[in-house]
């Protein structure tokens, strides 16, 4: 039985998403919290293995339970559960206590052809930048990168936008033998919120490593005078990396939505993501994992 679970946490003090031994990480959290409601270890597979620091307000993955398993999700203190695919997020929850830095806000039957990882068609981050103008907010400084000058965000908008498209994007992602770097930036755009902070939405259909934390880089740069909007596009079309800007931090970085296409379409989209993986290397099976090393 496979179930669907959507996900948010403050990556803050996790050593990213995936299970590593003595280290605390949002999927070793979880599967514990699993296993004790199952009796039994049971695997997470992620849209998006986001690394040290970097938060997740609506992450999904999924579960396949085996049969004992799924018996015991099906009752509770010997009564039938009424929606026992539902109500394992809240099982869960009680499982991680009172205010945790990771929940699982929703659960449910995950549709026929349904995977977490290879069924995404696109993934959607936020980053969060504040400057100059704005200042330092205390409050806010777990998911909020400070910079101290001024920025630009008109110059920082148009050369995110010069951005978009298919294409080899080496010069902004950290490298990894036999991986791909092209990828298909689907839309990229800066503006201040209603405090002032300069926020960065970025979609795509996969990102390779480092790759949104470089792209926002880039654009502070340019915000900031040190770069022209043309040497964005200008470096990514050298593709090798580049100290002409700074990576930012992995604090201001959220996976805000993971899109899927419609239920009929979930299972030879996955076919197609697996395929491709197999073709092009591991980093093009739709893997977004903003890894900081």
């Given at each position: 039985m496979r179930i669907r679970l959507d996900i948010a946490y403050d990556g803050t003090h996790f050593r990213g998403w995936a299970k590593q031994p003595g280290l605390r990480t949002v999927q070793g959290t979880i599967e514990a919290a699993l296993a004790r409601i199952l009796g039994s270890e049971a695997q997470l597979v992620v849209a998006g293995r986001t690394d040290a620091g970097v938060h997740a307000s609506d992450q999904v993955a999924h579960v396949d339970l085996d049969e004992a398993q799924w018996a015991r999700v099906q009752t509770r203190h010997g009564h039938a559960a009424a929606d026992p695919a539902g109500s394992l997020a809240r099982r869960i929850r009680g499982v991680l206590g009172r205010y945790p830095d990771v929940t699982v806000t929703r659960s449910g039957l995950a549709p026929d052809g349904f995977d977490a990882r290879f069924s995404a068609v696109w993934r959607r981050y936020i980053y969060r930048l504040a400057d100059a103008t704005v200042g330092y907010d205390p409050m806010r400084r777990n998911d909020t990168t400070t910079i101290p000058a001024t920025l630009d965000v008109e110059l920082m908008d148009a050369a995110a936008q010069t951005l978009i498209g298919l294409h080899d994007f080496a010069a902004y992602c950290k490298p990894r033998e036999e991986?791909?770097?092209?990828?298909?930036?689907?839309?990229y755009r800066w503006a201040r919120d209603h405090e002032g902070v300069l926020v960065a939405e970025v979609k795509a259909d996969a990102f390779c490593h480092s790759m949104v934390r470089a792209l926002v880089g880039a654009c502070a740069a340019v915000g900031?005078?040190?770069?022209?909007?043309?040497?964005?596009v200008r470096l990514r079309d050298e593709?090798?990396?580049?100290s002409a800007f700074k990576v930012l931090p992995a604090r201001g970085l959220t996976l805000a939505e993971v899109g899927y296409p419609a239920d009929e379409l979930l299972a030879s989209r996955a076919e197609q993501t697996r395929a491709r993986r197999d073709r092009e290397g591991e980093d093009a099976g739709g893997v977004s994992g903003e890894r900081l090393t």
């Open positions: 991986a791909t770097t092209i990828r298909t930036l689907l839309d900031e005078g040190k770069l022209e909007v043309a040497d964005v593709l090798t990396r580049t």
